[in-house]
């Protein structure tokens, strides 16, 4: 007889992308992402963290302050990391992602033709980035849902 304690497919890619955010070094804020194919192969994979050759140790890691002193005009997210490094084609792909993605990435995630996203917190829920991003993400017809919870302990 099997053994009937592993885990589902959705905390199995949940945890890559939860193992993937590890290598973010944003101090606040570590996203990961997992794109998965048809047939449950995992096709790219990514972290929110600077493009490229952009210092880590140069660029700000702030929140507040000066735009240009600031992450926000400098970080590449999770998401379209995961689709640059994307092995494959994405359409009819899932997407599994730590935080619900913001308008930015939910364009390139309809562009790419990833048909499911698979998330686990939508912290920014209700904000005017949360609303776009939901309202593009139904128009397209991609299916998101939040992922029961999955956590994950490194030591």
Known sequence: MKDQNYISWDTYFMGVALLSSYRSKDPNTKVGACIVNTQK????IGYNG?????????????????YLDCKYPYVVHAEPNAILNA??????????VTLFPCNECAKLIIQSGIKEI?????????TPSDIASKRMLEAAGV???KCANVTLTIS
């Open 118 to 126: 698979v998330y686990l917190s939508d912290k920014y829920q209700g």
């Open 41 to 44: 192969r995992i096709i790219g």
């Open 87 to 96: 092995t494959t084609s994405l359409v009819g792909a899932t997407l599994y």
């Open 50 to 66: 600077f493009p490229y050759g952009c210092d880590d140790d140069v660029f700000p890691w702030e929140r507040d302050g000066d």
């Open 143 to 145: 299916k998101c849902r």
